[in-house]
């Protein structure tokens, strides 16, 4: 059981907005910024969103990101194939540790 | 460009030990803190251990508090995750992650390494 709760699945055809929800407590998604990795198939997690709406240098600007009190959204839109993965939302929690969400296997039709 | 490879890892009896290692280069590996973060096959992921540049701040997971040791020799660019006690339900990939920061609290973390797998087995 995560400590952040996303949906397990989500999907769009090529060219749709798709946006992944991750909800949480005060103490982490209340207090803290929440954090977006993407993992595609067969690969290590790359870091999406840091911060709550910022992007890495190499990330296009296709994805965003928003955290409104005790939850967070991840929207990509123009979704392409390449984008079929795994996202997970994370932060810190109050309780010295990391938490992440169950994570959302996002499928391009 | 960072670079992470970790090593070490492979089938093991239940109780048994593994020590995981976690080679860095390509950035001053002693100005960062690090982590490192699990993920069952198949599963989601779970941070399991978190180390200040100079080691002074260590945090764990409590699932692997009292049975992991995270250190790290910052001469050698490395990182090692000590695993006693292991249990079947610690069976998953091992990831090394770079800190954006030299503190593991509260910062973020990339990149992240291609993983080791451990498998606790009898």
């Known amino acids: 059981q995560s400590v952040l709760t996303q949906p397990p699945s989500a999907s769009g055809t090529p060219g749709q907005r798709v946006t992944i929800s991750c909800s949480g407590r005060?103490?982490?998604?209340?207090?803290?910024?929440v954090y977006w990795f993407q993992q595609l198939p067969g690969t290590a997690p790359k870091l999406l969103i840091y911060?709550?709406?910022q992007r890495p240098s190499g990330v296009p600007d296709r994805f965003s990101g928003s955290k409104p009190g005790t939850s967070a959204s991840l929207a990509i839109s123009g979704l392409r194939s390449e984008d079929e993965g795994d996202y997970y939302c994370?932060?810190?929690?109050?309780?010295?540790?990391?938490?992440f969400g169950g994570g959302t296997k996002l499928t391009v039709l | 460009e960072v670079q992470l490879v970790e090593s070490g890892g492979g089938l093991v009896q239940p109780g048994r030990s593994l020590r995981l290692s976690c080679a860095a280069s390509?950035?001053?590996?002693?100005?960062?803190?690090m982590h490192w973060v699990r993920q069952a096959p198949g599963e989601g992921l779970e941070w399991v251990s978190g180390?200040?540049?100079?080691?002074?701040?260590?945090g764990y997971a409590d699932s692997v508090k009292g049975r992991f040791t995270i250190s790290r020799d910052n001469a050698k660019n490395s990182l090692y995750l000590q695993m006693n006690s292991l249990k079947p339900e610690d069976t998953a990939f091992y990831y090394c992650?770079?800190?954006?920061?030299?503190?593991?609290?509260?910062?973020?973390?990339?990149?992240w390494g291609q993983g080791t797998l451990v498998t606790v087995s009898s």
């Open positions: 992650a770079k800190d954006f920061a030299s503190t593991w609290e509260n910062n973020y973390f990339d990149p």
């Open positions: 390509g950035f001053t590996f002693g100005d960062y803190a």
């Open positions: 180390i200040s540049w100079n080691s002074g701040s260590i």
């Open positions: 005060r103490s982490n998604l209340g207090n803290n910024y």
């Open positions: 911060r709550n709406n």
């Open positions: 994370a932060a810190w929690d109050d309780s010295l540790s990391w938490v």
